[in-house]
């Protein structure tokens, strides 16, 4: 990466000739940004960002990031024609230039010597392929969850990131949202007693395969529907797929939609077990839920909570989207998007004073600056591929057990199902050519 480069950098390159300029010809203006001075970030420091699929949920993404004096956003690729032209809007309006280039095909991103890092936005289809080709053409990766359809494409992550040394944050967020983060730090003190139930909101899994109607296919300059659909099995075009309606759909989605909200909120619950490193070995289905219990006794429940602000018993209906809940022998905990926290203990409760404005569980701000100053440091992130892989791995393995409506069992070392030849079968997808 040039950021790394030995040698005099553009900086210094700059400085030198600002002082001959003055010694041999007339006085040269050159503007302090470019130096580096009055707060802002000399272009040769600045850490270079491509885009990879610029749908609603990447355009906030971008947002946050924009706003880094230390990013500059160089390239956005999509395979709809619509989309490229508003993320290059986006991101020439910030810089007041027209700087921004707009490829169909992402892998023009990859094959750019000048870009560092990539954000990978597309569906889930394609964030585990993506993201391995770019960690093989080097670059660092912010990938939003889901970041594998399947068990396979998370370990295929989490293996190609370990051998490249690339550096890899996965969108889930709330690992740096303040009221999250303290939260876990609660339960992991001690505070509560000895953890004993935790609890993630989902959504109700869902599985649908039938086919919407077919539609004329596009030029693929307006969409290209067979780069849209990548390793995903081959479909008939239907616009409404493009727009949003993959979601839900088996080809497309993830874990049958368990994914969604479950990527975040076990995640959570992973981490305030403490089992980072590790994985739940049981998971039973039940009505409105899955259990997921540890080697220590400690479960995981998977609510099926299909809307926060439903009528549904033990949940704080205040704390919006992606609540979840800590539970230990001394007390309990529980916050949600909203940025609440409540404790069962009045005491505990007096402390959890979060300071400064009130983040939202959506927010990416700090978790893209712990990933762009990762790009710099080479340390891991707060979600890096192995976090990732395991809490992903516990979401399939759940959405697996509602799937075949029984109890799996999981060996976490070797991450198979023990005695459960069809639940193994499951835990890939065979890939379209050439993907």
């Known amino acids: ?65 924009l706003k880094l004096p230390d990013v500059q956003c160089v390239a956005i690729a999509d395979v709809q024609e619509s989309r490229r032209q508003s993320g290059k809007k986006l991101v020439d309006d910030h810089y007041n230039n027209q700087d921004c280039k707009t490829v169909r095909d992402f892998r023009e991103i990859l094959g750019r010597k000048d870009i560092d890092t990539c954000l990978i936005a597309t569906g ?13 053409a080097g670059k660092d990766v912010y990938c939003e969850k889901p970041c594998g359809l399947t068990i396979e494409y998370c370990q295929a992550i989490a ?10 944050q996965a969108g889930t967020q709330r690992r740096s949202v303040p009221n999250f983060v303290q939260a876990v730090q609660v339960a992991q003190s001690g505070r509560l007693g000895k953890l004993h139930t935790l609890y993630a909101s989902v959504y109700t899994p869902s599985i649908e395969s ?14 290209d529907w067979n780069l849209w659909l990548g390793p995903a099995p081959w479909r008939p075009y239907n616009s409404q797929y493009v727009s949003g309606r993959w979601r839900g759909q088996w080809d497309f989605d993830s874990g049958a939609k368990l994914l969604d909200w479950g990527a ?31 080697a220590n006794g400690v479960r995981a429940i998977l609510d099926f909570l299909d809307t926060p602000f439903g009528d549904r ?7 919006g989207t992606c609540p979840v809940r800590f539970e230990g022998d001394a007390g309990k905990i529980e916050t949600g998007d909203s940025g609440d926290i409540q404790a069962s203990d009045e005491a505990l409760q007096k402390e959890l004073t979060i300071k400064g404005k009130k983040v939202v569980g959506l ?15 080479r340390k891991p992130t707060v979600a890096n591929a192995q976090v990732m892989k395991r809490s992903h791995i516990a979401c399939h393995a759940a959405a697996l057990a509602w799937i075949l409506q029984r109890t799996l069992r999981l060996d976490p070392k070797t991450e198979l199902f023990l005695d459960d030849a069809e639940a193994n079968g499951l835990r890939s997808r065979v890939a379209r050519n050439p993907w």
């Open 159 to 168: 293996t190609t990131f370990a051998k490249t040394g690339r550096v890899f």
């Open 313 to 319: 018993p033990g949940w704080i209906q205040t704390m």
């Open 210 to 223: 039938a086919w919407l109607p077919s539609e004329p296919t596009p030029s693929p300059e307006i969409v």
């Open 363 to 377: 927010d990416v701000s700090a978790h893209a600056r712990d990933f762009f100053d990762c790009v710099k440091t």
């Open 1 to 65: 990466m040039k950021i790394f480069q030995q040698g005099r950098s553009r900086r210094s390159f700059l400085k030198q000739s600002v002082a001959l300029s003055a010694l041999y010809a007339a006085p040269t203006i050159v503007p302090s940004s470019a130096l580096g001075r009055d707060g802002a970030t000399a272009p040769s420091e600045r850490i270079t960002l491509g885009v990879i699929g610029i749908g609603p949920r990447c355009t906030y993404d971008l947002q946050a990031m």
């Open 124 to 136: 889930d289809r394609w964030h585990a392929s993506a993201s391995i080709m770019a960690a093989e």
């Open 264 to 294: 975040h909120t076990l995640d959570l619950c992973q981490w305030a077990n403490n089992s980072d490193d590790a994985l739940p070995i049981s998971y039973e289905p039940f009505p409105k839920g899955i259990v997921c219990t540890y």
